[in-house]
C-alpha cells in the first residue's frame, strides 16, 4: 500500500523559510544603517576636530605673522642703528684729522721764510695763500709740501712780487689736492 502524507509540512517549512529570510534580510537592512549612522557620526566628528584644528592654527598664524612682523621691525631698526653707529664711529674717527693736518702743516712753514694767510679745504682741494722772502723760499715751501703726506699733488696757481713796508715779498697761491682718507 502506498502512504500518502496529506499534511502541509512543506508549506509550513516554505512559510518557516521565508520569514527567516526575510526577518535576516531586515536584520542585516538594520545593521547597515546602524553602520552608515556609525560612519556619518564618526565622520561629523572627525570634521569638527579638523575645523576646531584648522581655526587654532589660523590663529597660531596670525600670532606668528604678527611675531614676524615684529622681527622685520626690529631687524630694521638693528640695521639703521648700525648704519648711525658706523657714521658716528667715522665721524669720532676723522674728527681730529683736519686738526692734526693742519698742525702738521703748521710744522712744516720755516718760521722766517714763509708766513701763511689763508689755508681754505674744500672736499679733497685745499688752497694755500701766503707771502715768502723771495721766489727760492716759496720754491722751497712747495717742495716740502709735495713730501707731506696728506697731500698728492701741488699745483701753483700764482706768484707775484707785492711791496709790504718798502720790501719786496713774493705773494704765492698754491692749489692742493689731498689723498682721500685724510
Known amino acids: 500500500m502506498i502512504k500518502i502524507n496529506l499534511l502541509p509540512y512543506h508549506e509550513k517549512e516554505k512559510k518557516e523559510n521565508l520569514v527567516r529570510q526575510v526577518s535576516i534580510i531586515i536584520g542585516s537592512f538594520v545593521v547597515f544603517i546602524l553602520c552608515l549612522l556609525w560612519l556619518q557620526l564618526w565622520m561629523n566628528s572627525l570634521i569638527s576636530d579638523l575645523e576646531a584644528q584648522e581655526k587654532n ?15 622685520e621691525r626690529f ?28 698742525d ?15 689755508v681754505t679745504q674744500k672736499g679733497n682741494n685745499l688752497t694755500i695763500e701766503g ?14 709740501i709735495e713730501k707731506f703726506d696728506p697731500i698728492k699733488s701741488v699745483d701753483l696757481i ?11 715779498l713774493q705773494q704765492f ?10
Open 75 to 102: 631687524k630694521n631698526d638693528k640695521r639703521d642703528l648700525e648704519q648711525k653707529l658706523g657714521v658716528i664711529k667715522t665721524l669720532e674717527e676723522n674728527r681730529l684729522a683736519p686738526v692734526k693736518t693742519l
Open 173 to 182: 697761491n698754491f692749489s692742493c689736492v689731498m689723498k682721500k682718507g685724510f
Open 57 to 71: 592654527s589660523k590663529a597660531t598664524l596670525v600670532d606668528l605673522n604678527k611675531k614676524i612682523g615684529d622681527l
Open 131 to 144: 707771502t715768502g722772502r723771495d721766489n727760492i723760499a716759496v720754491a722751497d715751501f712747495m717742495k716740502t
Open 104 to 118: 702738521d702743516l703748521a710744522t712744516l712753514v720755516p718760521l722766517k721764510n714763509i708766513w701763511l694767510v689763508k
Open 158 to 168: 700764482s706768484s707775484k712780487k707785492t711791496e709790504v713796508s718798502g720790501i719786496t
